[in-house]
């Protein structure tokens, strides 16, 4: 069987040296080349994250661009993309255990006060805060794909009391309240002391994290932002967090990455930052996702995972 063409195309990362050992597992079914490509008109796929902007439009017989990860608006938003061009999304079981992980530690360590204490071990000072039951600590969900389920159901387990607010109605699942649509959005909000952000970004969620929505949250609550930087108006969560009204926030995102060194997210006490690394799909996840894309394209079907690109998910 020929094996199916396909491109490596990245700006600001080398796919090759990232992926480059898990793709050799599939080179008997996918050959994997290199941009600018010799022949252009033979690559049917290609694996993507923030291509060049013309990068595509060199690319005249593309039946599917794969992203790296479960995030696609790069690839939607790249200016060369042809319009109908399928865009493929990484499902990956890991990430999602991956990611729960990480919103678990930030809403535990808000329930037991873990900031606190490495104040307290900074100034040696041995005092108990005597943390609440995590009954007490409602944590609310923007976002409920496959990953806010994940995040739910390990929350829920804990004992959080859980809301999640989706853009449509989402099936009942034990242990969490659902709400969704403008009238939702409000309610989850005002009954939420933890929000934790897990959203697409598509034009309607670009600044949804603004003054108008952290204000509906309980006093002395935290963001977790584990969504896309361009979710956040940075100047809101600092005018939240200094007036008292938030008392922290965990993020991962931003909307310029790496955060700048001038940044003043770097130097606020109240913000703990981790460098976009909340949850990664492993290469063998992003090899399963090119594999299954490319026996798609040769016998003429959409890939699996294609996302919707006028909902941007």
Known sequence: ??????????????????????????ADRVEI????????????????????????????????????????????????????????????????????????????????????YAENQRDRVWRRLYPRDASAVPVGLLGYGKIGRRVAADLATLGFPVRAWSRTPQPADPGVTHHHGTDGLAAMLGASEVLVNLLPLTPETRGILDAALLSRLKPGGTLIQVGRGEHLVEADLLAALDSGHLAGAALDVFAAEPLPPEHPFWDHPAIRITPHEACEASPQAVARTLLAAAEAVRQGRTPPDTVDAGRGY
Not at 6 to 16: A, E, F, G, K, Y
Not at 51 to 63: G, I, M, Q, T, V
Not at 65 to 84: E, K, T, Y
């Open 33 to 116: 080349l290199d941009h600018p490509a010799e022949n252009p008109e033979r690559v049917r796929l290609a694996l993507g994250w923030r291509p060049p902007a013309d990068a595509l439009a060199r690319y005249p017989n593309l039946a599917a661009l794969c992203s790296i990860a479960a995030g696609v608006d790069n690839l939607l938003a790249c200016p060369g993309r042809p319009p109908g061009l399928p865009v493929v999304r990484v499902v990956d079981p890991d990430q999602a255990r991956a990611m729960s992980g990480f919103v678990l530690w930030h809403v535990i360590g808000h329930q037991r006060r873990f900031a606190a």
């Open 1 to 26: 069987m020929d094996r199916l063409p396909c491109v490596l195309l990245s700006s600001t990362t080398d796919l090759r040296g990232l992926f480059g050992a898990a793709l050799s597992q599939i």
